[in-house]
């Protein structure tokens, strides 16, 4: 029977080469231990995959190869983890005398990435021929570079159309945003959107913003965030109205769901409102639903309403884009 203990031992122990995590609640994981970011450490397992385990409640890390550790004070360390004294975390760094240790709570990243840009882009466009002459398309791209303490996103979209060699369409919105974590889920963001259209008389129309946001929800299957800013407005027309700027707001809501089948759904609603004039408001709101195809690519469709209560003379309040394309992740 005793010849039996030393096998069972050897089977319950990790095997070797993997790392091992320990929670507070004295469950053990093992594997190979990845990144960590936004509280959120990641453990590819032999049995279920890659997990996402709540930086929160570990207790203790103990790894066989290196890691690349991040505080919050911007220190980084590199080595060997392994369980140190009062819960601290132990990284024996090449070349010093004695393993350093910090506190679990200060630890923000492990193996961060260098920051890079990441985005889509995506293309959608019709035409006929015969009885009439009619082609449209709308064009659009996003990027942004996301680290532990920033955002900084730059977005713009292009829609065209014709028919019969005359211009139906031309309508252009751009977008470049900052955002800074100040505690917790709170931020703070500056922006600056411009607008064009044809044929609501706007040349150009400027809005820079600034204020503050809120994350909600952030994880796999929703985000959620909401801010509120102030904003100066700066509106070049072509004829019909006079050129004029004015202080407003600027709010807004992102929302990104994630459906059964592969299907994602993302919304951007964004109001402004006038200060000097109430009735002077308009709305701004992208809704788009896709999925997966492969390699990178993606199918999407959507609309892109725009709500001007007060719009020019002979044009409607509401103005609806539908579209289905191609999308491409970078």
Not at 150 to 163: C, E, M, N, P, S
Not at 235 to 261: I, M, Y
Not at 278 to 297: H, K, P, V
Request: net charge negative.
């Amino acid at each position: 029977m005793r010849a039996w203990i030393p096998c069972l031992l050897l089977l319950a122990a990790p095997a070797a080469g993997e790392d091992e995590v320990t929670l507070k609640n004295g469950d053990r994981l093992t594997g190979t231990v990845g990144g960590m970011a936004r509280g959120k450490l990641e453990l590819a397992t032999a049995h279920s995959g890659k997990l996402q385990v709540d930086w929160a409640q570990v207790a203790s890390v103990k790894t066989d190869g290196k890691v690349k550790v991040r505080v919050a004070t911007g220190e980084v360390f590199e080595g060997k983890l392994s369980p140190g004294q009062d819960g601290r975390l132990k990284v024996e760094t090449e070349g010093a005398a004695a393993p350093v240790e910090v506190e679990l709570g200060k630890v923000t990243r492990f193996n961060e990435p260098p920051a890079a840009w990441h985005g889509n882009v995506a293309l959608a466009g019709r035409a006929t021929d015969g009885n009439t002459h009619t082609s449209s398309f709308l064009a659009s791209i996003e990027a942004q570079r996301l680290t532990e303490q920033d955002l900084f996103l730059v977005k713009a979209v292009f829609r065209y159309g014709d028919k019969s060699g005359e211009i139906t369409e031309r309508n252009g919105y751009g977008l470049a945003k900052y955002q800074l974590d100040v505690a917790g889920n709170l931020y703070g963001y500056a922006s600056v959107e411009l607008l064009s259209d044809r044929f609501k008389d706007l040349r150009l129309g400027t809005v820079v913003s600034a204020g503050a946001g809120y994350t909600l929800l952030e994880g796999g299957w929703a985000d959620l965030s909401a801010e509120a800013g102030i904003a100066y407005f700066d509106n070049n027309f072509r004829e019909l109205q006079k050129d004029e700027s004015h202080l407003g707001g600027r709010g807004s809501v992102r929302l990104r769901l994630a459906l059964p089948l592969g299907f994602e759904a993302k919304d951007l609603f964004t109001i402004y409102p006038n200060f000097e004039e109430t009735a002077d408001w308009q709305i701004r709101n992208e809704a788009t639903l896709g999925t997966a195809l492969g390699g990178g690519w993606s199918l999407l469709g959507g609309v892109i309403s725009e709500v001007d209560n007060e719009p020019p003379p002979g044009l409607r309040e509401v103005d609806n884009t539908y579209f289905v394309g191609l999308g491409y992740v970078f």
